[in-house]
């Protein structure tokens, strides 16, 4: 009797994955794509330095999101894709003479290459075990590279890429192209991890972050799932590190500050931790938290690490989900449809 | 006779690391977090002692007085304010935090000290050594700094074995609810796991700033090498550190005898091909259960 009443006052539930909102703020979100497209023919040449910036931090946010808050996957070494993507377009663009948006882009797939053999040493260790191996990897990689006697590369005293830009553009030409192919880089690294976590395997990676153990009994391929983020974060991190090579156009290999450093690991944690771990849109709001934290508090500077660690540590400890976690918690929207949603036929209501 | 150098002085090296690592795997051990910032706590260890012999005109060994006290202390508290709460929010929390806290003693180290590499006096000793033949000597400070290595280890090792505060961190590592039940508050037991983990990784940092120069960023490579003598020494194991920390000091000190830049290099190929090593075997129990399970 009982369970029959309850059948009968179920509310009907549908499950869906576009709500009005989100199909709006899709839309948008292509449209503004596209008109920020246009920046380098309205915009100055200072807001396009400023915007390319900002695009290479929205995709590390985005990489260091997909594997922490996507596979539980903590990587305190994610710099060596970065300084692996940099490294990688100085070598085919300065010592082979390649066209050096072709370098930037076949960088960014050797970073992909790279992740594999990396993924299936370090991807069986877990928690703080995995996150100090991908440290040792990154470090291990930046000794390497300041190992290499090739004058193109230029050991520990760093290179230059100026030369094969300066070669075939003007600074105006390398100012847009740079540009557009940052811009290009951040449409479709969003595009493929948006594609990647609506797919079965999206669902999959959420059941191995939130119980390993349980996914793999119900026969989740835990490794896959977790080797294919990795892959695509070490691809999408190189892609970053080639977007700060055009945009610098000189490399350290050592050092905290350098393109291998760890300091990038460190604006990652505070770009994912501010904006909301785990939210497909809440790196970008971290990444723009983060570029305003560099514009109007100090760059660059003692005090900016302090606070950008001071600011990571409160939100871990205060705020676990980050601005864009709460939000989504309290008002229960989501803008870009990564997940389902229970949508109650007779109020309307959804729960995500 | 040159590499037979470089062993005995890898051998030695190895009770640094030891000492760095016993903090590591002690905190690993009973609370299940590998705190990041341990590294970075032995370095702050090392800088005060700076601090102390620079204002009060002491030695180093005595500055160790005040140090390791203040360290107890701040381990301490460390776990009581910032740890514990990350604790109970997961396990990727306490990587965060412990991370940012890196990133924050890195810098203000910077700013209260410069970038500048400092370095501590390891008085008369420092310079006396055995000089066994014409290529081999071996200093009698890193024979100091191997002997406190394994006086810590040994006694860590008894107060794990034989007292009560070992058996409350041993029944609380096993299993703390259940330590709850029987009347042992755990809190209070990850507070002082943590205290003598800070005091340790203090007293190496004090030992590593006698041995060579450091400078604020140094507390990521003491964290680095921490780590793969514990994992190279075999996770779980107090004696394992020691012979993990001896097998890494030997690489990287063989290393640099074929190339000074392959120091640290060679560490880290030694800690990989460990890893690579174990996970085979891992790979290879699992296709094992795989294939018996079908």
């Known amino acids: 009797m009982t369970s029959a009443a309850a059948v009968r006052e179920a509310p009907a539930m549908r499950v869906q994955r576009w709500t009005p909102v989100s199909v709006a703020f899709t839309g948008a979100l292509t449209s503004l794509v596209a008109l920020l497209a246009f920046a380098p023919v309205v915009l100055g040449e200072n807001t396009q330095n400023n915007l390319i910036q900002l695009y290479f931090l929205v995709i590390m946010a985005m990489m260091w999101n997909a594997l922490a808050g996507y596979g539980g996957l903590v990587s305190v070494g994610q710099q060596g894709f970065i300084g692996i993507g940099a490294y990688a377009a100085v070598f085919l663009s300065v010592q082979h003479s390649l066209n050096p948006y072709l370098s930037m882009l076949l960088a960014t797939l050797i970073g992909g290459l790279i992740a594999v053999p990396v993924a299936a040493v370090v991807l069986w260790l877990r928690h703080g075990a995995f996150a100090i191996a991908t440290w040792v990897v990154a470090e291990s990689f930046a000794i390497l590279v300041s190992l290499d006697p090739n004058p193109a590369i230029g050991g520990g005293t760093g290179t230059s890429a100026l030369l094969p830009f300066d070669l075939r553009y003007t600074p105006t030409q390398r100012l847009h192209y740079t540009y557009w192919a940052a811009l290009g880089a951040v449409a479709v690294l969003l595009l493929l991890l948006f594609v990647l976590l609506r797919s079965r395997l999206g669902g999959s990676l959420q059941a191995i972050r939130d119980d390993e153990e349980a996914a793999a009994s119900v026969g989740v391929r835990v490794l896959l799932g977790k080797g294919v983020l990795f892959v695509v974060a070490g691809a999408g991190c190189a892609a970053a590190g080639t977007i700060i090579l055009a945009w610098q156009l000189s490399v350290l290999p050592l050092g905290p500050d350098s393109v291998f450093g760890i300091n990038w690991t460190a604006k990652m944690i505070f770009m994912v931790l501010v904006g909301g771990l785990g939210t497909f849109e809440g790196p970008i709001i971290g990444a723009v938290a983060l570029y305003v934290l560099q514009t109007y508090g100090p760059n660059g500077g003692v005090w900016y690490f302090v606070l950008l660690g001071g600011i990571a540590i409160g939100f871990a400890l205060l705020l676990p989900r980050g601005i864009w976690g709460t939000i989504q918690e309290r008002f229960n929207v989501q803008l870009l449809p990564v997940g389902y949603r229970l949508r109650n036929v007779a109020t309307g209501k959804g729960t995500p | ?294």
Do not use: C, K
């Open chain 2, 1 to 294: 006779m040159t590499w037979v150098s470089a062993i005995v002085h890898g051998i030695l090296l190895g009770g640094v690391y030891a000492l760095l690592a016993s903090g590591l795997a002690l905190m690993f051990g009973v609370m299940r977090i590998i705190n990041l910032a341990h590294g970075s706590l032995a370095l702050v260890g090392a800088y005060m002692a700076f601090l102390l012999t620079e204002h009060l005109h002491i030695t180093t060994y005595l500055a160790l007085a005040p140090v390791l006290p203040g360290a107890l202390v701040a381990g301490y508290f460390l776990q009581r304010t910032m740890l514990e709460r990350s604790l109970r929010a997961g396990q990727l929390v306490p990587l965060l935090t412990t991370f940012g806290l890196l990133i924050v003693i890195a810098n203000l180290l910077q700013y209260f000290f410069s970038p500048d590499v400092h370095s501590l006096d390891e008085g008369r000793i420092g310079t006396a050594a055995w000089n066994v033949s014409s290529s081999l000597s071996i200093p009698w400070f890193d024979v100091l700094t191997f002997g406190v290595a394994v006086f810590v280890l040994g006694g860590l090792e008894l107060v794990l074995r034989h007292t009560q505060l070992g058996r409350e961190l041993r029944a609380t590592a096993e299993d703390a609810d259940t330590a709850e039940l029987v009347g042992i508050n755990a809190r209070a037991v990850y507070a002082r796991a943590a205290a003598i983990a800070v005091a340790t990784a203090a007293l190496a940092g004090v030992f590593y700033g006698m041995r060579s120069s450091f400078d604020p960023n140094a507390g990521a490579d003491q964290l680095l090498y921490a780590f793969e003598a514990v994992v190279i020494g075999g996770i779980g194991s107090l004696w394992g550190t020691l012979w993990g920390g001896v097998v890494l000091g030997v690489a990287q000190l063989v290393g640099a005898q074929i190339n000074p830049e392959y120091f640290a290099l060679s560490g880290h190929v030694v800690f990989l091909v460990v890893l690579v090593a174990r996970t085979g075997v891992q790979a290879r129990g699992l296709t094992l259960t795989l294939r018996r399970a079908t």
